[in-house]
């Protein structure tokens, strides 16, 4: 995978604000300088809008906008290009919006960011929410397949209407790094260490564990945030995840 399988153990942690107001969120990643990539998810955007993104660009930071977008491909596409306009490294999708919203997306994003004059973000498909079981898959969604078959497909559709990478569960990255194609980046949330508590996670790894499933960025919230002392949460992750 080339550049991604090099990143630095810092590099591959995405901090979200999982927080309320802007002035949380910027008390957070100025008590956690060492962070490189904040997600933004839609709670904190929601509130805050997009002033925010352009506050963590001034301190020279990753975003990772998690706004899960889903809908018709017009809408879709008119809300990643609007997105791509603030130089957002990654952008979230639902895969199971389908190919046409999905390639409309993609493009719009590029136009966007062609637009504003920044690098377009690297759109990300999510496959399927880590806090989705199989019994819930089956029985509340009615999904007639396996829930390993069902993200398998997700991911594929992704790939086939030309986004960037997935966002994927830890437990299905072996199987979704063999499958897919190199260039495809895989971001696995659901991921604990030993050390923290499981939370409302259900397919959930450690962090060396997800790294040699074959993930190359983990979305790792609680058990930094919330910890009595985050910054050694922090350094104590990124010593998790040196070989």
Request: glycine share 6%; charged share 20%; proline share 7%.
């Amino acid at each position: 995978m080339g550049d991604l399988d090099n990143l630095q153990a810092a590099d591959r942690l995405i901090v979200p604000l999982d927080v309320a107001t802007e002035t949380a969120a910027l008390a957070l990643v100025d008590r956690l300088p060492q962070v490189r990539i904040w997600k933004v998810g839609l709670e904190l955007f929601v509130s805050s809008g997009p002033e925010l993104l352009r506050l963590l660009k001034q301190r020279q930071k990753r975003i990772f906008l998690d706004l899960k977008l889903h809908d018709i491909p017009n809408t879709m596409a008119g809300a990643c290009r609007a997105a791509a306009r603030y130089g957002v490294d990654f952008l979230t999708v639902h895969a199971s919006a389908g190919k046409a919203a999905l390639m409309t997306a993609r493009a719009a994003a590029q136009e966007g960011a062609a637009e504003a004059e920044v690098p377009p973000p690297r759109l990300l498909g999510v496959t399927l929410l880590t806090n989705i079981s199989s019994r819930t898959l089956a029985f509340e969604l009615k999904v007639p397949l396996e829930l390993t078959d069902y993200t398998l497909q997700l991911a594929l559709l992704a790939q086939d209407s030309g986004l960037g990478g997935i966002v994927c569960s830890p437990q299905e990255a072996d199987l979704l790094r063999r499958t897919l194609s190199p260039a495809m980046t895989l971001v696995c949330p659901g991921v604990r260490p030993a050390w923290a508590q499981q939370d409302d996670q259900q397919r959930v790894l450690t962090p060396a564990q997800a790294l040699a499933a074959g993930a190359h960025y983990l979305v790792i919230g609680r058990p930094i945030t919330a910890a009595a002392a985050p910054e050694a949460a922090f350094q104590r992750l990124c010593q998790d995840l040196l070989p």
